[in-house]
């Protein structure tokens, strides 16, 4: 089956642009995350949906983050605008059931790069 | 607050060499751990999971270890080989999370050595 598929894969930027990046779930996981991977450390969670209804964005910068999932299917993750700390791999993951444990897979991420 | 530290941050063994990677955890209430793999570009990969009431999985060369009460997981991977440089991580799905959320530690970069 196909995988979770991300892009672009890189981008660079200046500080205060926007940027988008779209993701697209394996088919039929209802569950979609959005990730933040800052250099050193671990994937941070911003936000989390179930069909195209959000479960939890609590680490989401919403006053410059934002996130869609229409139709329940692909999504985008907006920042605008861009700030030098949201230098990062950003990693979207899927699952099908979120009760059902091991189940998170994972695309390759969007890394961006803000000068 | 659930602190999840991997310790050593980076690690380099000689090919052959058996491979022993920490994973500590504050808060014992954890429903379960994963151990991912990560390579550089690449998203990551699953590699064991341990329910809350297991004290271990074994798949191939690889073994984790789990014990809740010391908060500690090991992964170890036998007779490493090149193939298996990458950043190794552990994530944790806490009890009173209903949604899947996992929380992962930094990781460690490991490099084998030919």
């Known amino acids: 089956e196909a995988g979770v598929a991300q892009s672009p894969r890189y981008k660079i930027i200046e500080k205060r642009q926007s940027v988008a990046f779209w993701c697209n779930p394996i088919?039929?996981?209802?569950?979609l995350y959005w990730y933040q991977q800052i250099l050193g450390q671990g994937p941070k969670l911003l936000i989390q949906?179930?069909?195209?209804?959000?479960?939890?964005d609590s680490q989401l910068p919403k006053d410059r983050f934002s996130a869609e999932r229409l139709k329940g299917v692909d999504s985008t993750l907006k920042i605008q605008p861009a700030k030098l700390e949201d230098s990062a791999v950003y990693l979207c993951?899927?699952?099908?059931?979120?009760?059902?444990?091991?189940?998170?897979?994972f695309g390759p991420g969007t890394r961006l790069t803000v000068t | 607050k659930q602190e999840v530290t991997q310790i050593p941050a980076a690690l380099s063994v000689p090919e052959g060499e058996n491979l022993v990677l920490n994973c500590s955890f504050t808060?014992?209430?954890?429903?379960?751990l994963q151990w991912f793999r990560q390579d550089p570009g690449k998203g990551l990969t699953s590699l064991l999971l341990?329910?809350?009431?297991?004290r271990e999985q074994t798949s191939g060369r690889l073994n984790a270890s789990l014990d809740k009460s010391s908060g500690r997981s090991t992964l170890y991977i036998a007779a490493s080989q090149p193939g298996d440089s990458a950043t190794y991580l552990c994530?944790?799905?806490?009890?009173?999370?209903?949604?899947?959320?996992?929380?992962f530690g930094a990781g460690t970069q490991v490099v084998v050595t030919p």
């Open positions: 993951a899927s699952s099908f059931n979120p009760g059902s444990p091991g189940e998170q897979y």
């Open positions: 088919s039929g996981h209802a569950t």
């Open positions: 994530a944790l799905r806490r009890t009173t999370d209903s949604w899947g959320k996992l929380q």
């Open positions: 341990i329910q809350s009431s297991q």
């Open positions: 808060d014992s209430a954890i429903y379960n």
């Open positions: 949906f179930q069909n195209n209804g959000v479960v939890d």
